[in-house]
């Protein structure tokens, strides 16, 4: 997989979490842990995503 694809999947995985944030968090009967794992799942992609683009304006 070309860094170009494997970023594109990561930006669509992000965009997967941040609906299913969204959804959750208008349950009300949805336990905060939970938004905030998948928040953190969240932010674990959009590191590696900045990270993956940097080394591609970089390399």
Not at 29 to 58: F, G, H, N, R
């Amino acid at each position: 997989m070309s860094l170009n694809a494997h970023v594109e999947e990561l930006k669509r995985k992000h965009q997967t979490l941040s609906e299913r944030v969204e959804h959750l968090q208008r349950a009300p009967s949805t336990p905060d842990s939970e938004i905030a794992e998948l928040k953190k799942q969240k932010l674990k992609i959009k590191e590696q995503i900045s990270k993956m683009e940097s080394d591609m304006v970089a390399g």
